[in-house]
T-cell receptor
Framework: DTGVSQDPRHKITKRGQNVTFRCDPISEHNRLYWYRQTLGQGPEFLTYFQNEAQLEKSRLLSDRFSAERPKGSFSTLEIQRTEQGDSAMYLC?????????FGPGTRLTVT | EDQVTQSPEALRLQEGESSSLNCSYTVSGLRGLFWYRQDPGKGPEFLFTLYSAGEEKEKERLKATLTKKESFLHITAPKPEDSATYLCAVLSGGRNDMRFGAGTRLTVKP
């Protein structure tokens, strides 16, 4: 059973560096979502793709954040000029309908 | 704006001691209410979707119910392996982003 996969699982970076995360959704799912989760909180929505089109972005997604989903398959989330406040778990989810299935997440630590 | 509030924040039970977790919500046009389980350091694992008031879903020791204002996750005779954070989320009409509560952290002692 191939679920949603994310890479890397952990990333430690210094403030000001750029980082990129990858998400591979379940193959037949055309919807893909990115969320951010901090300790003790539920996931917060960042952005949504239907196939290759980015249809929705949260106000949380500052200009330093960019996401892509070329050819409607895998997706990348890039954070430029990282700040300590970016430290969080970044979760990817995919969906064939309403139910979203989550990957294991990428834990980002900005030092 | 959609809001989801979960209570209690944390719950400690003895093995076999049944209890319920609460999820109160306000949305404009509920498309679905979702329950997830999350283990430390992992992504949320889907448990149930409820679509309309009066609906109930069951899976092993878990049973989810839905009214127009809240949902309950009932845990019957829990075991230590049920220890996790349980998240509730809502999806409202015309939106694609789920709104999550902060979760209830459940600990079941043997």
């Amino acid at each position: 059973d191939t679920g949603v996969s994310q890479d890397p699982r952990h990333k430690i970076t210094k403030r000001g560096q750029n980082v990129t995360f990858r998400c591979d959704p379940i193959s037949e799912h055309n919807r893909l979502y990115w969320y951010r989760q901090t300790l003790g909180q539920g996931p917060e929505f960042l952005t949504y793709f239907q196939n290759e089109a980015q249809l929705e972005k949260s106000r949380l997604l500052s200009d330093r954040f960019s996401a892509e989903r070329p050819k409607g398959s895998f997706s990348t989330l890039e954070i430029q000029r990282t700040e300590q406040g970016d430290s969080a778990m970044y979760l990817c989810a995919s969906s064939p309908n309403l139910v979203q299935y989550f990957g294991p997440g990428t834990r980002l630590t900005v030092t | 704006e959609d809001q989801v509030t979960q209570s209690p924040e944390a719950l400690r039970l003895q093995e076999g001691e049944s209890s319920s977790l609460n999820c109160s919500y306000t949305v404009s046009g509920l498309r679905g209410l979702f329950w997830y389980r999350q283990d430390p350091g992992k992504g949320p694992e889907f448990l149930f979707t409820l679509y309309s008031a009066g609906e109930e879903k069951e899976k092993e020791r878990l049973k989810a119910t839905l009214t127009k204002k809240e949902s309950f996750l009932h845990i019957t005779a829990p075991k230590p392996e049920d220890s996790a954070t349980y998240l509730c989320a809502v999806l409202s009409g015309g939106r694609n982003d789920m709104r999550f509560g902060a979760g209830t952290r459940l600990t079941v002692k043997p």
